[in-house]
């Protein structure tokens, strides 16, 4: 799989953003500053790997909030579909909506795919740990959605 985005790398400072969350509301990365935040890219709301992703981020919130973390969930998804589906999967986390794909370009997380034998540009599966300053800790892209929450509850909550 090739990227058509540069990939961030640990120890680099994570690039900021606003975007709108699910209810409206502008998110900004910055504003986080002293919190640990997992920054997650989801391809659609709504698709079988990215609902089975968001529902065990929200089994798993109480687990990594306790532990001092923030979840932000990133889509190519307009505020609407967002707002649908936080509430269809009772997701209680920002949902924030990168129509045009901007933030996931500049993260690494948007590059070339192949689903169902079909060859795209789209965005790609990505989880990204950013420490209580605002440096990366820890990146994964080209996540696999099942089983994935449990790896990264493990090695952040040891």
Not at 58 to 64: H, P, Y
Not at 130 to 142: H, L, M, P, Q, R
Request: charged fraction near 20%.
């Amino acid at each position: 799989m090739i990227n058509s985005s540069e990939e961030l790398e640990v120890g680099q400072t994570a690039p900021d953003f606003t975007l709108t969350d699910a209810s409206g509301q502008q998110r900004t990365l910055s504003e986080l500053r002293g919190t640990p935040v997992i920054v997650y890219f989801y391809p659609a709301a709504f698709t079988p790997g990215c609902t089975t992703e968001a529902c065990d981020f929200r089994d798993n919130l109480g687990s990594f909030q306790g532990a001092g973390y923030a979840v932000l969930g990133i889509s190519p998804d307009p505020v609407s579909r967002l707002a649908e589906f936080a509430e269809a999967e009772q997701l209680s986390f920002p949902l924030l909506s990168d129509e045009d794909s901007a933030v996931a370009r500049e993260w690494g997380a948007w590059g070339q795919k192949t689903v169902n034998g079909r060859t795209f540009d789209g965005l790609i599966r990505t989880t990204v740990v950013v420490d209580a300053d605002g440096v990366i800790s820890s990146v994964e892209y080209n996540v696999k959605a099942e089983g994935h929450i449990a790896r990264l509850r493990d090695a952040l909550l040891k």
